[in-house]
């Protein structure tokens, strides 16, 4: 054994070649003859993949030269391993350790092909010897029954096209004669050297072949992106803000235009949900459809029904004509559902029928038509407690949720308030022709510390009230914002108006008697009635939160507010969470 662990089995004589005809092995005088159409066999092969070529050279091997027992091992790119193409074959269907065992390592001296692969030379042995000094198991696994008198020779591959780069083995065995009789073959070199050739240049397609295949992947990566990229830049017209909540949102609203999946829009009130279902609705497919809004809290049942599906005339009285209903007219485009937790239960079901079939039914109509379009529905309701009311159907929530997507609160995004006020205050000098409105710091604190319950719509709206109170040339001042919002003020109208009729707040009512006698105070002795109003939402937000053991959540879904708005009472009554 050399120093560097390589067997010194000396060299194979002259260039190994084979003999002829596979009729009568024994007989041959004249390898070339044998030879003779294979390196016209060869070309067969051009256009195939590198192992094809392998296996069809070995295939003509056997048939033309006798040789039943050739083997031809590929090496990798890593150049530490060589792998056989027909094992791997021969093992398919079977587990991954099997299929391990078919990749020999180039630095494992157990096997021959490791010392003609780094000795780049030609080797040749008797296979008596090769059972006694390589002791593999695959290896010795595949020369198990061969004559021990037979001989193996083992010849390195390499490219002939300039960069000699190392492409394999070539190994076969059979009766020394036999093998002898191959070392004058100029055919057999002729072939090895096309071998070689087409395995090069079928390599070289391969790589280029998936390193197109690459590029164009990355190519299309990068077109995805700046496509998405320019698009979210166009929703940045319309979605105003930079924070990452904003840019986040963004970012799904490309999503979901990709898209035909039914979108559901969920998050507090004034968060802008029907901006950004037109935002969605713009950058679609559907661009150049229509873009159709409805509102199914504002419009009583009978009504959002022949809204939605339309009716034929004399459908009902005072159906004088035909109407084609928003499913019909929004065809090819988007329609936006607002305030689809609303939606009475009948109407849920026709319109789940819609979302699964795309097929629906106007009124006092007897056929079906068809419809292709977006559903973008939005609620600032949980669904899932509606759910668990019997006032939604699970299964249309499920099918209106295809691509939920969240809209965050102002609260959650509070560095866009500027950015947000400044366009409130162009948008509000444009409608009213005023100009040269600005916008100190010290208001742009104020307004950073406020919060706004009622999210972006109320910060315009707050806006809108300033800049009327605000001359042209001059800057908004703190002191002409409100101190209230107007969500508090419509929830103490609402407190005040619905103690007289409203069965649920006379409810409420009789708990604040019981309050009031829990602080000692009684109807007669209200004296002021703002403090005692205070006082007696203080002592019923107290009670849900014990009832409910501090979840805010579950206290503010009892008293029907959004969770913020709880929030900020017990921060504007001074409650702790107990």
């Not at 260039?15 to 030879?35: E, M």
């Not at 059979?174 to 090895?192: I, T």
């Not at 979108?263 to 004034?270: A, H, I, K, R």
């Amino acid at each position: 054994m050399r120093d560097d662990g390589v067997l010194d089995m000396g060299r194979a004589a002259a260039p190994v070649s084979g003999p002829a005809s596979a009729q009568s092995p024994d007989s041959i005088s004249d390898p070339g003859t044998a030879l003779a159409g294979m390196a016209e066999a060869m070309r067969l092969v051009e256009g195939h993949s590198p192992s094809e070529l392998r296996c069809r050279g070995l295939a003509l091997l056997r048939e033309r030269l006798a040789l039943p027992w050739a083997r031809c091992l590929a090496l990798d790119l890593s150049g530490r391993w060589l792998s056989d193409d027909e094992a791997e074959d021969r093992a398919e269907g079977h587990d991954d350790s099997s299929v391990q065992a078919l990749r020999l390592a180039c630095d494992d001296f157990r096997h021959p092909y490791a010392h003609a692969i780094r000795r780049g030379e030609s080797l040749s042995m008797g296979l008596g010897e090769a059972r006694s000094r390589l002791d593999h198991p695959v290896f010795q696994a595949s020369i198990a029954g061969l004559p021990a008198a037979w001989r193996l020779a083992v010849r390195p591959l390499r490219a002939r096209d300039g960069r000699c780069e190392w492409l394999g083995v070539l190994a076969f065995a059979g009766p020394a004669e036999r093998l002898d009789s191959l070392s004058a073959c100029d055919d057999f070199m002729a072939f090895e050297a096309l071998l070689c050739r087409l395995w090069a240049w079928l390599a070289r397609q391969h790589d280029e072949r998936r390193d197109q295949a690459r590029l164009r992947d990355s190519l299309a990566k990068l077109n995805d992106g700046a496509r998405r990229r320019t698009l979210s830049e166009r929703l940045g017209q319309r979605i105003l803000g930079d924070s990452p909540a904003i840019r986040s949102l963004r970012s799904q609203m490309v999503r979901a235009a990709e898209t035909n999946l039914a979108v559901l829009l969920q998050g507090e009130t004034g968060t802008g949900k029907e901006l950004v279902a037109r935002g969605i609705h713009e950058v679609s497919a559907r661009h150049e459809g229509p873009f159709l809004a409805i509102n199914c809290a504002a419009i009583p049942e009978t009504l959002l029904e022949a809204e939605l599906f339309g009716h034929v005339r004399g459908a009902f009285s005072g159906a004088e004509r035909a109407r084609e209903g928003l499913f019909g007219e929004a065809n090819g485009g988007t329609l936006f559902l607002d305030e689809v937790g609303d939606m009475p239960l009948a109407l849920q079901a026709k319109l789940l029928r819609v979302l699964e079939s795309g097929r629906y039914r106007p009124l006092g109509g007897d056929q079906e038509r068809q419809v292709d379009l977006r559903l973008v529905a939005a609620t600032h309701q949980p669904l899932h407690r509606r759910i668990r009311e019997g006032a939604f159907r699970a299964d249309l929530y499920y099918r209106l949720g295809q691509f939920p997507i969240t809209l965050p609160a102002l609260g959650e995004r509070r560095e866009d308030i500027p950015l947000l006020s400044q366009a409130f205050i162009d948008d509000f000098c444009r409608r009213e022709g005023r100009e040269d409105i600005g916008l100190g710091r010290a208001t742009l604190r104020a307004l950073a510390e406020r919060d706004f319950p009622g999210n972006v719509r109320e910060l315009k709206n707050l806006i809108d009230y300033a800049c009327a109170m605000t001359r042209d040339g001059e800057d908004i001042v703190p002191d002409v914002l409100p101190t209230a919002s107007v969500e508090e003020q419509v929830e103490e109208q609402v407190d005040e108006k619905g103690e007289e009729g409203d069965p649920e707040a006379a409810s409420q009512a009789g708990a604040e008697n019981g309050a009031g006698k829990a602080q000692g105070t009684q109807v007669d002795d209200v004296v002021d009635l703002r403090r005692a109003l205070r006082d007696y939402e203080a002592t019923l937000i107290r009670q849900r939160l014990v009832r409910y053991d501090g979840n805010r959540t579950l206290a503010a879904e009892s008293l029907g507010l959004p969770k913020r708005t709880l929030a900020h009472k017990c921060r504007q009554l001074e409650l702790d969470t107990p």
